[in-house]
């Protein structure tokens, strides 16, 4: 019993040695073929790059200037008090994706001078980074901006840099796009108040001059020299009157 067993075992170690042998040939050739089309696959496929940035919208007790005064603006002066904060990274979040921003990376990037972007119009650029840039706002409030740009098939060294560079420019790019856009809408809104504040004093110097001639007038017609505070608030009311 004790030989069978030996031959049994013999006989099993000799098949799978054999059979290794007889298939190496056919596993060598598999991997090869494997490797290569990975490798040519690697050639052939674009190549995506993808940047990320973050965030951080103004907290409550910032104030009433800066982004704070923006939002305030934007919301029809509603008191930032009142708006959450991730209504105000939702409010970013639409102008990283406007048209504006869209126009302000195209300019400072020059894209429309680059040959791959030579026939692209204002229209198609404002899709096209509508495509490839995605905002996304967590529960905090941070606002996570991310670009993926890619290749062309066969890509070559240059175009490989050129788009790996684009993705972190365009990111990098539309949150200076962002700053603009609040610093020019905040600038504006302070520039509305100074002329508004600036009319009604020129209006109150009107009237106060007015005032102060209706009270000469008065002063001469009654034969009175000088006026003591209250007497001169009650003529003021009656010339008002």
Same mark, same amino acid.
């Given at each position: =019993?004790? #030989? ?9 170690l &000799? ?21 290569? +089309? +990975? &490798?040519i696959?690697?050639?052939? =496929? ?16 910032s ?8 939002? @305030?603006s ?8 009142k708006?959450?904060? #991730? ?18 990376? &195209? ?22 980074f ?11 409030g941070? +606002?996570?901006?991310?670009?993926? &740009? ?45 002329? !508004?504040?600036? #009319?009604?004093l020129?209006? !109150? ?9 209706? =009270? ?13 505070? @209250?007497? @001169? ?7 008002e009157?």
């Open positions: =019993m004790s #030989n069978i067993k030996n031959f049994k075992e013999e006989f099993s &000799i098949t799978v040695f054999k059979l290794i042998k007889y298939k190496i040939k056919f596993f060598i050739s598999f991997t090869l073929i494997f490797v290569i +089309v +990975v &490798i696959y690697s050639f052939i =496929m674009p190549n995506t790059f993808l940047s990320t940035a973050s965030i951080l919208p103004p907290t409550k007790e104030g009433g200037t800066g982004l704070s005064s923006f939002i @305030q934007m919301t029809g002066g509603l008191d930032i008090g708006i959450s904060t #991730n209504e105000q990274s939702k409010l970013f979040s639409k102008i990283i994706n406007s048209r504006t921003v869209s126009d302000y990376i &195209i300019e400072n990037l020059n894209l429309n001078k680059h040959p791959y972007f030579k026939e692209f119009t204002n229209e198609k650029f404002f899709k096209f509508n495509e490839s840039i995605t905002t996304e706002v967590d529960k905090s941070i +606002v996570y901006i991310s670009t993926k &740009i890619s290749t062309n098939f066969f890509p070559r060294s240059e175009s490989v840099n050129y788009a790996k560079k684009l993705s972190a420019d365009i990111t990098n790019t539309a949150i200076k796009g962002l700053d603009k856009v609040i610093r020019e809408r905040t600038v504006s809104s302070a520039k509305i108040s100074r002329e !508004y504040i600036e #009319n009604q020129k209006n !109150y110097r009107t009237k106060l001059d007015s005032i102060s001639n209706e =009270m000469e007038i008065f002063q001469k017609k009654n034969k009175v020299f000088s006026i003591d505070e @209250q007497a @001169q608030a009650l003529v003021s009311q009656a010339i009157l």
